[in-house]
């Protein structure tokens, strides 16, 4: 089993930065590839970033590639999501996800274990 706990987020302005975190518990952490995906309001969840178990392979999405770059410290059990050049269409609650990788980073269907979510919101 694994717990996730997301934090960092908050207001920002436009071309600010933002770090999110999300910690892990559970002996498993380390064996999972974990994601970021978001949901603003109104609209699906969808996908920002993934990293694999190792830390050694990252995925993003188009709209935050050269912007936004997850890290993991397996140590520690911890994921960050750093996010920089932030616009205001990167509001919305972001959750963090853990699973074994089975062949597509950005499905939610990848992903067992899910965060609660911390709200960014981005001032233009």
């Known amino acids: 089993q694994v717990q996730l706990v997301e934090s960092g987020g908050g207001l920002a302005q436009a071309g600010g930065s933002l770090r999110l975190t999300c910690a892990g518990s559970g002996r498993t952490f380390g064996d999972n590839a974990v994601a970021w995906f978001r949901q603003a309001p109104g609209e699906e969840r969808e996908f920002v970033a993934a990293?694999?178990?190792?830390?050694?392979?990252?995925h993003y999405a188009n709209s935050v590639k050269g912007r936004f770059s997850i890290s993991r410290d397996n140590t520690r059990k911890t994921v960050w999501l750093q996010m920089n050049k932030l616009k205001h269409e990167d509001t919305a609650v972001y959750f963090c996800?853990?699973?074994?990788?089975?062949?597509?980073?950005?499905?939610?269907?990848?992903?067992?274990?899910w965060g609660q979510g911390t709200q960014v919101t981005v001032s233009s």
């Open positions: 990293i694999s178990w190792s830390g050694g392979v990252t």
């Open positions: 996800a853990a699973g074994a990788y089975n062949g597509d980073w950005s499905g939610e269907r990848e992903y067992d274990y």
